[in-house]
């Protein structure tokens, strides 16, 4: 391919990149700028290339919502609806509006940050916010209404950056990723991941996300009747899995396992 060709190649791809960078308030650390390159796999870290950072908790509550809790104390609740992860009430709170179990209209007002995945006011929600040890970002994506239409920008996929760690939430999400937004999302140390298989999307789909996001963690949610065996095997055997008897764990960037691993909590 001539240079001038895929100088401006490179340009089309990653132009959308260097927009949001300009509205970051902070730089960046899991944006990866090759995975907005059409089917590019990011490599994981691995422990070897970790430095101690402090560690992250994380529990699941219940349904889509996780507790993620940073080493200065920060909280944070995922698809918060109020039933899950209010006690001890959160710092920050994310939202997405498939229906009633992923967000609440009527947050405790000493929540200081109620992130919706959509804008009441149309167009794509802009979430770019540093709260003490984290920097909480959004990736607008699509959503089905109940009568089976699509709307843009209805929802959004979830990036906390803490402790050297990325760590993404992709709510109830309805269609597969684009290039442009595997771009955005980066690189993903911790993926929480749907796996209903109908209500989001089929367990293929949902597969192929998690294979291409290759995380060190993936952290299913959202799993209603579906048997585990079905993700577990369409995402093949270079995940490992590991069943824990806790709904919570604490990891850092260096503690991360060296083979991808499916991470199953009490609960699930």
């Given at each position: 391919m001539p240079a001038f060709r895929l100088a401006f190649l490179l340009a089309f791809l990653l132009w959308p990149l260097a927009a949001f960078a300009q509205e970051d308030p902070v730089p960046s650390r899991c944006i990866a700028i090759a995975q907005a390159l059409p089917g590019v796999t990011y490599a994981n870290f691995t422990p070897a290339q970790a430095k101690t950072s402090g560690e992250v908790k994380i529990t699941y509550a219940g349904h889509s919502t996780y507790v993620i809790e940073s080493p200065a104390g920060v909280r944070i609740a995922t698809d918060f609806s109020g039933i899950y992860g209010s006690d001890p009430l959160p710092r920050v709170v994310t939202m997405n509006k498939a229906h009633r179990t992923h967000y609440t209209n009527a947050p405790d007002p000493g929540i200081e940050h109620v992130l919706r995945g959509w804008n009441p006011e149309g167009g794509p929600a802009k979430h770019r916010i540093v709260v003490d040890d984290v920097y909480i970002r959004n990736v607008p994506t699509d959503i089905r209404s109940w009568g089976g239409e699509l709307e843009r920008d209805g929802n959004s996929i979830f990036i906390f950056e803490v402790a050297d760690l990325c760590i993404g939430h992709l709510g109830h999400l309805h269609t597969r990723l684009s290039d442009q937004q595997y771009g955005q999302i980066g690189r993903l140390d911790i993926v929480m991941v749907p796996i209903d298989g109908g209500l989001t999307q089929s367990i293929g789909s949902i597969s192929e996300i998690t294979t291409r996001l290759y995380s060190s963690v993936v952290l299913p949610m959202h799993r209603h009747a579906t048997?585990?065996?079905?993700?577990?095997?369409?995402?093949?055997?270079?995940?490992?899995?590991?069943?824990?008897?806790?709904?919570?764990?604490t990891v850092s960037l260096k503690t991360l396992p060296r083979q991808p691993t499916i991470v199953v909590l009490e609960g699930i």
């Amino acid at each position: 391919m001539p240079a001038f060709r895929l100088a401006f190649l490179l340009a089309f791809l990653l132009w959308p990149l260097a927009a949001f960078a300009q509205e970051d308030p902070v730089p960046s650390r899991c944006i990866a700028i090759a995975q907005a390159l059409p089917g590019v796999t990011y490599a994981n870290f691995t422990p070897a290339q970790a430095k101690t950072s402090g560690e992250v908790k994380i529990t699941y509550a219940g349904h889509s919502t996780y507790v993620i809790e940073s080493p200065a104390g920060v909280r944070i609740a995922t698809d918060f609806s109020g039933i899950y992860g209010s006690d001890p009430l959160p710092r920050v709170v994310t939202m997405n509006k498939a229906h009633r179990t992923h967000y609440t209209n009527a947050p405790d007002p000493g929540i200081e940050h109620v992130l919706r995945g959509w804008n009441p006011e149309g167009g794509p929600a802009k979430h770019r916010i540093v709260v003490d040890d984290v920097y909480i970002r959004n990736v607008p994506t699509d959503i089905r209404s109940w009568g089976g239409e699509l709307e843009r920008d209805g929802n959004s996929i979830f990036i906390f950056e803490v402790a050297d760690l990325c760590i993404g939430h992709l709510g109830h999400l309805h269609t597969r990723l684009s290039d442009q937004q595997y771009g955005q999302i980066g690189r993903l140390d911790i993926v929480m991941v749907p796996i209903d298989g109908g209500l989001t999307q089929s367990i293929g789909s949902i597969s192929e996300i998690t294979t291409r996001l290759y995380s060190s963690v993936v952290l299913p949610m959202h799993r209603h009747a579906t048997p585990l065996d079905e993700f577990l095997r369409r995402v093949g055997e270079g995940f490992a899995v590991d069943f824990r008897d806790s709904p919570s764990f604490t990891v850092s960037l260096k503690t991360l396992p060296r083979q991808p691993t499916i991470v199953v909590l009490e609960g699930i």
